[in-house]
């Protein structure tokens, strides 16, 4: 079942402070911004209630527990407190994570970077000496070449 709860203050010519749906378990809390006479609301939806119709009548039971805390060190609000403490310590710890994860982040960057430009020097290199090796094989077959028809002429085969 769900409830739509309303907080109102009489004070103020019944000023809504808080109009929210609620579901059909869990808690409400609301703290008020100024000291006075509140009017607070729990109203059921009909379409969300199981119970049995007579004469056109939707009967059934609800049970609500009501537990008010009125003062600065209230029990719900130490609690309150303490999970909230717990949060922001859960966030804290989220946030070193998220400073590790980035600083493994630029450490990969750089790492990939050093990597790329060995990468780079390493293929000019191989392009030089692929380059040099053939400049060496031309002029080899020029001298074998000039000295095979010095060979050939001198042996009176051309």
């Given amino acids: 079942m769900n409830v739509q709860i309303t907080v109102e203050e009489v004070f103020d010519n019944y000023h809504k402070v808080v109009s929210q749906k609620g579901r059909n378990e869990g808690r409400f809390t609301f703290t008020a911004a100024e000291a006075g006479d509140h009017k ?9 209630v199981a ?30 407190k303490g999970k909230i403490s717990d949060i922001v310590g859960k966030v804290g710890d989220l946030k070193a994570r998220l400073a590790d994860v980035r600083r493994e982040q630029v450490f ?20 030089r000496w692929t380059i040099m090796q053939l400049v060496v094989l031309g002029v080899t ?14 042996q009176k085969l051309t």
């Fill in 40 to 48: 607070i609301c729990f109203t059921p939806s009909r379409a969300a």
């Fill in 51 to 80: 119970g049995v119709s007579v004469s056109g009548k939707i009967q059934g039971t609800i049970k609500m527990t009501l537990d008010l805390a009125i003062g600065e060190t209230s029990k719900i609000e130490r609690t309150d």
């Fill in 108 to 127: 990969q960057r750089e790492r990939e970077a050093e990597f790329r430009d060995q990468s780079e020097l390493t293929n000019s290199r191989v392009v």
């Fill in 141 to 154: 077959c020029a001298w074998q070449l000039t000295h095979l028809r010095a060979f050939f002429i001198k």
